[in-house]
DNA sequence: TTGTTAGTTAAACAGTGTTTAATAATTTAA
DNA sequence: TTAAATTATTAAACACTGTTTAACTAACAA
């Protein structure tokens, strides 16, 4: 076997254990999460999870960062709307909602740090303290755009986007975490969340 | 030593349980809580635990109750507005917030089942299941009277009731997570929110 | 004093993440 | 092909977790 087999058999194995965290994550939460779930269901010993990552952490965080990369993806594939910056800041906001909702496990360990404080902090420190992220900043420069084209008054654009992604992310959770809602009930919250949100953020004080 | 001096006895050790098991939590937060922990503090065996409380889930869940109330104490010491129901409903939420921010790792385990899924389940089977929680009732019953007085177009109480605790929820989080925000900060981020929200519920559709 | 009860604990069990040292497998070098 | 070196894998242990069992001690009542 030459050497990028070999390579390629290692990240096979790195993929397979993920594969199997996100299958368990699934099923039992970041929280229901353990080496040995892992192990046991791959057949190999306990120890060998610490050939493929530096410890646990390193695998959730890994998972973590791919939930990251989704959700990025999806409010990116919005396209451009000069004229209505309004309508693609909701749209922004439903692909955003949407994406969130199809990985609740992950959202929540995201958002949450669903084990332990470390891992938003470090993301965070990597990327530069203070450095607004990537959605933060579409968001910003969206709330701009509406801003110059006259669809809100004036404001802190930056201020206003971290109300609407907080006021959001608490709708999300909620939704997660009360899991017997109807569709229909889903449907209701989320329009009525941005008929406020939107109607709120036009009104002129 | 009389049957009720050792009731109050007993008593104590329960209190004193509950009392290091919250210094714990302000400390390390609900996950940073462990049976060991507590009993070292006290000089005790992990053993005695169980003499006074049926498990650990059962101490997380006294103080949980406990920040239930204080809530709920603090959203009801205010005082009836009849002729402004909307700036009662802001002085509420501004109450919840501040509360909240008050016990944060109590206000986390409350709301996102901070230690396993059961406590919030079980919590609202003791109350019937879907019945309306005295909060939520609090808010459907400001809301209807501002909608009776005029101060916001007619609405389902109950739906706009839900956004605007999510969204509060939602700030409450984040606030609670990001640790290093400036009061002042807090203080515009709490203001623009209610700005938002409050314009939002009043534009007629 | 005896018997009963309540309070308390040592020890163990099953589970967690992780480390260490030894072993098995495989690739490289001679 | 054989020997050396490297890599992959694991058994066993450590230090934690929550919890249970059986034993023990202390205090009370008869």
């Known amino acids: 076997m ?95 909602i949407k994406q969130a909702l199809a990985i609740p496990e992950e959202y929540k360990a995201m958002m949450l740090n669903d084990e332990g404080a470390v891992l938003q902090k470090t993301a965070l420190l990597e990327r530069g ?21 006259g669809c809100y008054p004036p404001c802190d654009p930056e201020l206003t986007a971290q109300i609407i992604w907080t006021a959001t992310f608490g709708l999300i959770i909620k939704l997660i975490i009360e899991k017997d809602i109807s569709s229909e009930q889903v449907e209701r919250l989320v329009d009525r969340h941005f008929e406020i949100l939107f109607s709120g953020i036009k009104v002129r004080s």
């Open 2 to 96: 030459g050497r990028k087999r070999q390579l390629q058999k290692q990240e096979e194995i790195r993929n397979e254990i993920l594969e199997v965290a996100r299958s368990i994550i699934a099923k039992d939460g970041v929280r229901g999460l353990s080496i040995r779930k892992i192990t046991n269901a791959m057949d190999y010993s306990p120890a060998i999870i610490y050939h493929y990552f530096k410890d646990k952490g390193e695998i959730i965080e890994t998972l973590v960062n791919e939930g990251y990369g989704r959700i990025l993806a999806a409010v990116r594939s919005v396209k451009r709307n000069e004229d209505e910056p309004d309508t693609e800041l909701r749209e922004v906001f439903t692909n955003y």
């Open 129 to 149: 303290i203070s450095r607004r992220s990537p959605t933060m900043q579409m968001l910003c420069d969206n709330i701009q755009r509406g801003i110059d084209k």
